[in-house]
């Protein structure tokens, strides 16, 4: 069976800090994707990376950045520098090969507060 | 962009009612979706469809049908809406099963209340 999980319920920084976002995924499949989405308040999913299972390269996107390594089956998610705008519920999601089905995480509540 | 459009942000209903949540996309997506939410549990899948009129269950079928008519319109049913229904209710789209890789765009969600 396919798992993701994500250990930290809510998350609070100030402005400035660093933040980092745990995902750890099970899967026996050897093709699968992961995925990273945003919900700010007003409610809708907002899309922030794919990574395939044979790309393990890191990303970093402005002040995003994604670590993906297979050996602990982790996709974790770091903000830098975080900001206000930044406070939403983050969400990990875990999609087979040859499915479009995706598996969620519980999700992480981050507040920076100013 | 894509644009997936929920018919309402609100809603309150009552025990027994039956219950249609819409969904509408504008980007020709093969691939739709309806999904709750609820506090500490992430997302469900409901049901999913891969084209018009086809559907296939999620993980938590009971007590919902879906609907699909039309490729940009799929429907979300409660037969005879309980309590423990009450949640948010998001919607998505995909491209094809060909292209498995593409995320999924998600509407604003209806959060819905039954009494």
């Known amino acids: 069976a396919q798992k993701v999980t994500q250990a930290q319920t809510e998350i609070s920084v100030v402005e400035k800090e660093d933040v980092t976002l745990d995902c750890v995924y099970e899967t026996r499949d050897t093709t699968y994707y992961l995925f990273w989405y945003k919900q700010p308040p007003s409610g809708e999913l907002v899309f922030l990376i794919r990574?395939?299972?044979?790309?393990?390269q890191n990303e970093i996107s402005g002040r995003y950045s994604w670590n993906f390594q297979k050996s602990t089956s982790s996709f974790n998610f770091t903000i830098t520098a975080s900001q206000v705008v930044d406070s939403a519920v983050y969400f990990c999601a875990l999609m087979l090969g040859g499915a479009q089905k995706l598996v969620f995480g519980q999700g992480t509540r981050l507040t920076i507060n100013p | 962009d894509v644009k997936v459009t929920q018919s309402s942000r609100y809603l309150v209903k009552r025990t027994g009612e039956k219950v249609f949540l819409e969904c509408v996309q504008d980007m020709d997506h093969e691939n739709m979706f309806w999904y709750r939410q609820d506090p500490g549990l992430g997302l469900r899948l409901i049901y999913f469809?891969?084209?018009?009129?086809?559907?296939e269950k999620g993980d938590i079928p009971e007590g919902y049908s879906v609907s699909r008519e039309k490729k940009e319109r799929f429907s979300l049913i409660l037969e005879s809406a309980s309590t423990n229904q009450t949640s948010m209710y998001l919607c998505?789209?995909?491209?094809?099963?060909?292209?498995?890789?593409?995320?999924?765009?998600f509407g604003d969600g209806t959060r819905l209340s039954i009494l």
């Open positions: 469809s891969y084209d018009v009129k086809m559907k």
């Open positions: 998505a789209s995909s491209l094809s099963l060909g292209q498995r890789n593409q995320p999924q765009h």
């Open positions: 990574r395939n299972s044979f790309d393990e």
